[in-house]
């Protein structure tokens, strides 16, 4: 082979790791271990996008590098791989879901290992395997049996068109997110996992992760923990409005009960319970009129602040437990069912809704806080503020601070039986099931129409398969059509039983496959504890910010539900969390032309009509922060778009491994800014890292036979030189791999190749040192080299370089400067002048100390041994 060629390299090193097993994960615990984790795929139909190699390249290059640092390294891949398109696509040509899966998965495998990913194949997992979702269903069953599972007829987010409930986060305004289809409210029987009972724990394990301060704000806010208080408000002449006894009184939650002498209405979401039966006769119409109306909006468009507020009076009034008052009762769509009792007492001088609201509708807004001015906008800061307005006969919070009048003002409640301390959380139970095909079936029966668990004996339980997986209109799953399947009869009694014919949601497989790693044969349990005991935490784990609150979420929840059954013993799965940024299309650069000439971007708004003109990059120019056309100052809009197939801007992996080689496209991926951040494409710097690696190439071989270079030599020391470009490169890129900060490091080896092409003689030992730094980050080429420079084992295992500071002081010659045979001072010269004689006494009576000896008389002899010592004597 001659000059650098991927083609020639890659697979033969690809095969060569498959069939040595080189990153078989050790079995042995006596070293130090390091978990690295990359969120494993959905393998979709249309195979793997420069998105994936992105996180997975990050993690292979810190996993080869711990491995070089002797860690025992578990760096597992598997497959997601229940999910809806699976099923569609089954739906539409009878394929079997399993079938379309498996064929997904070989593309998928396939693929990644044609990135020279080091992961252990011998540990892959697949969702979908039965000896993987059984445990899937062992789980499931401890959560049944804590009491943590439960049915419940709840309104669901159905979608007629998919055939399936939605979650929320599935449903984007009023539309499924997956296809866009209308989504409708419908009670239906479901299975829900009672997520809210680890609320706290879930808040309080976030403090000790290190994850992105973003992620853990996001669940934090999805947990949503607040702090006030309930309190009831009576109905005023409640006994002229036939309420039963527990209808008399509307209990509002509050964060803010120091501003309860400012309540001067009420609301009740509409769809609460006690809205007809309070609202005057001759308003009930419109009221009504009002609830319907309100059913159609999302959830999203209620609480929206900038929503334009609506609401009916109900003409019905409240007491102010605290000033005594009546106050209005209306009915507005800004107040949710869901959250709290739903209803609230509406504070306007402090709360910004309940301000607008009032403004629109005229009701008193009175100031109970002091600090900002009411007439403009609500005043809402609690740290500032002191209570004013707020006195009656048993009680004054006048002159507190907002925290200490809420303590008041809740003992005062308490006391006279008013309301209590309240804790709310915006976290709702995790509805579990889904009316599909494929998924996990649940592990349980239903007998004379009660759930009932089967045993971990009876597990898995098995899909059947079905000729039609076409979901029905009713929302009966499309398992109900197993008849086979789903009559059975219960193992215990015999009596005759039906099937559960619900399945999971994806996320169940998706809860724990990082448990299922450290032993994936393991038949005792879902993990094998001496495993745990070593494996977890998991060190490192990196994917997409698009998981930051489900999948995190709900991973989590179950690891503490397995903590608590003794199955396992860590608290908390992953220590590290890392976020990849997408990666966008290539810029794409349009112009703007006016009567066939160029007009500025900026002035498009002004001119009219114009026609918009595609640029291609070579016709594009900088100036300052601005994109020009070429040779002019005229702007242009430069944009990266999200790729999409509709877009045409989708790059497509194999090409670019087909045309560069992996070692490329992986260097890219990490060269093309902070692993972190959102940042668009450009096969054109492939072409860049493509010919570094060529130069890394050329720095060892003979392009013209294909050997080691004469200039590469066995033997004699490096120079200092030499030393201090490569330990200033190993501190860099080992310190960087540490910070995954991998374009940094990169850069730092482009510096190294760079000095070292000017070397005439090129020491092996340093070049091999220079190898083992790019190994993690080219596996291939490094592996190459490394056996070209005659070694026959993988480089993968050889120790990392180590890094000695002190090559890194320049190269200098240490001279004692002696005046009359005493050494008074000693002075350091650079090694090149370090035997020029002249340069070295120059230097010698340049320093300050034998200044001042010098000067106590004439110089009579200057003895100067070279590279050793000065003597100067003076009489
Ligand atoms: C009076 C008040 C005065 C309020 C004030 C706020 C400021 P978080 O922090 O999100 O828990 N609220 C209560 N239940 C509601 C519901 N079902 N739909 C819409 N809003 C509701 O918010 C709690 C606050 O949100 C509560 O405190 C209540 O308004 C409102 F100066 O009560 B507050």
């Not at 998924?439 to 009876?458: N, S």
């Not at 000695?804 to 320049?810: A, I, M, N, P, T």
């Amino acid at each position: 082979m001659s000059s650098y060629n991927p083609d020639q390299i890659e697979t033969k090193w690809q095969e060569y790791w498959q069939k040595q097993k080189t990153f078989k994960t050790p079995e042995q615990h006596d070293k130090p271990k390091y978990y690295v984790l990359d969120m494993f795929p959905y393998p979709s139909g249309s195979g793997l996008h420069v998105g994936h190699p992105e996180g997975y390249t990050a993690t292979d290059i810190v996993a080869r590098y711990k491995r070089m640092k002797g860690f025992n390294v578990l760096h597992p891949i598997g497959w997601d791989a229940f999910g809806l398109p699976a099923e569609q696509y089954a739906v539409k040509t009878g394929t079997h879901p399993r079938d379309t899966t498996e064929k997904n998965i070989n593309r998928f495998r396939e693929q990644l290992q044609a990135l020279g990913f080091s992961y252990d194949w011998d540990r892959e997992v697949n969702t979908t395997d039965p000896e993987y979702y059984k445990w899937t269903q062992w789980i499931f069953l401890k959560l049944y049996e804590k009491g943590l599972a439960y049915e419940d007829n709840v309104p669901v987010n159905w979608c007629p068109e998919l055939g399936t409930v939605l979650a929320n986060e599935e449903v984007i305004d009023g539309k499924s997110e997956v296809g866009g289809f209308p989504v409708v409210r419908k009670p239906m029987r479901q299975w829900v996992l009672k997520i809210t009972e680890y609320a706290d724990r879930l808040l309080e394990g976030l403090d000790d992760l290190d994850w992105p301060h973003s992620t853990k704000e996001m669940q934090r806010n999805w947990i949503g923990k607040s702090i006030g208080a309930d309190i009831d408000f009576k109905v005023a002449e409640a006994e002229s409005k036939n309420l039963g006894n527990d209808e008399k009184y509307i209990r509002v939650f509050t964060t803010r009960p120091d501003t309860l002498f400012g309540a001067t209405y009420m609301v009740l979401a509409p769809e609460h319970h006690l809205v007809e039966k309070i609202t005057e006769k001759e308003r009930l119409d419109e009221v009504k009129e009002y609830k319907e109306q309100a059913a159609r909006k999302s959830e999203l468009e209620r609480t929206e602040l900038s929503k334009e507020k609506t609401g009916v009076f109900t003409g019905a009034y409240a007491i102010n437990p605290a000033t005594g008052e009546e106050i209005p009762i209306w009915v507005a769509d800004y107040v949710m069912a869901t959250y709290g009792s739903g209803a609230i007492m509406a504070v306007p001088g402090h709360d910004e809704r309940d301000w607008e609201f009032a403004k629109k509708f005229g009701l008193d807004i009175v100031e109970v806080v002091k600090g900002g001015n009411i007439e403009e906008e609500a005043y809402t800061d609690t740290e500032e503020g002191i209570v004013v307005n707020s006195t009656n006969d048993e009680i004054s919070l006048n002159e507190l601070p907002v925290d200490e009048a809420k303590e008041k003002i809740t003992e005062w409640l308490e006391n006279n039986d008013y309301g209590k301390k309240a804790v709310n959380y915006k976290l709702r139970d995790w509805l579990f099931s889904r009316q599909r095909y494929w998924g996990e079936p649940f592990p349980i029966i239903h007998v004379d129409g009660e759930p009932k668990a089967l045993t971990e004996e009876q597990l898995p339980v098995t899909l059947p398969d079905l000729d039609d997986y076409q979901p029905t209109e009713t929302g009966e799953p499309p398992l109900a059509k197993a008849e086979d399947w789903v009559n059975t009869t219960d193992p215990e009694t015999g009596k005759p039983a039906k099937r559960e014919t619900n399945t999971m949601p994806q996320w169940a497989g998706s809860c724990w496959y990082y448990l299922r790693y450290c032993s994936p044969d393991f038949d005792g349990g879902p993990i094998d504890p001496d495993e745990e005991d070593y494996w977890m935490p998991v060190d490192l784990y990196v994917g997409g910010a698009e998981h930051s609150v489900l999948h995190l979420l709900y991973a989590r929840f179950w690891h503490k539900v397995l903590y608590d059954c003794g199955v396992l013993k860590t608290k908390e799965p992953f220590q590290k969390l890392v976020h990849q940024g997408m990666i966008l299309g290539e810029m794409e650069y349009t112009g703007y032309k006016k009567d066939g000439e160029w007009i500025s971007s900026d002035e498009i708004d002004a001119v009219g009509e114009v026609e918009k003109v595609k640029l291609p990059e070579s016709k594009i120019g900088k100036e300052g922060d601005n994109y020009v056309v070429k040779g002019t100052n005229i702007k242009i809009d430069a944009k990266a778009h999200k790729m999409s197939k509709s877009r045409g801007n989708v790059v497509n992996p194999d090409d670019i491994i087909e045309e560069y080689g992996a070692d490329s496209m992986r260097l890219y991926e990490m060269f093309m800014g902070p692993l972190e951040q959102v940042k668009p494409w450009s096969t054109k710097d492939v072409d860049g890292v493509y010919r570094f690696l060529g130069r890394v190439w050329r720095l060892m071989i003979d392009e013209e036979t294909g050997e080691v270079l004469d200039s590469v030599i066995q033997k004699g020391d490096p120079s200092r030189e030499q030393l201090k470009t490569l330990h200033e490169c190993i501190e860099k890129v080992g310190k960087d791999i540490e910070d995954l900060s991998f374009n940094t490091a990169i850069s730092a080896m482009m510096i190294f190749v760079n000095e070292a092409n000017k070397w005439d003689e090129r020491p092996q030992q340093i070049l091999e040192s220079f190898l083992k730094l790019l190994s993690p980050f080219a596996p291939h080429i490094a592996e190459e080299l490394w056996r070209m420079l005659g070694h026959e084992d993988t480089i993968a295992y050889e120790p990392w370089p180590e890094f000695k500071k002190e090559y890194l002081v320049s190269d200098t010659q240490l001279y004692p400067i002696q005046v009359n045979g005493k050494v008074r001072a000693d002075i350091e010269v650079p090694r090149e002048k370090a035997k020029d004689k002249e340069f070295v006494l120059n230097a010698a009576k340049e320093e300050e100390n034998i200044k001042k000896y010098l000067s106590e008389g004439k110089i009579v002899k200057e003895i100067f041994v070279p590279g050793r010592i000065v003597n100067i004597v003076v009489k």
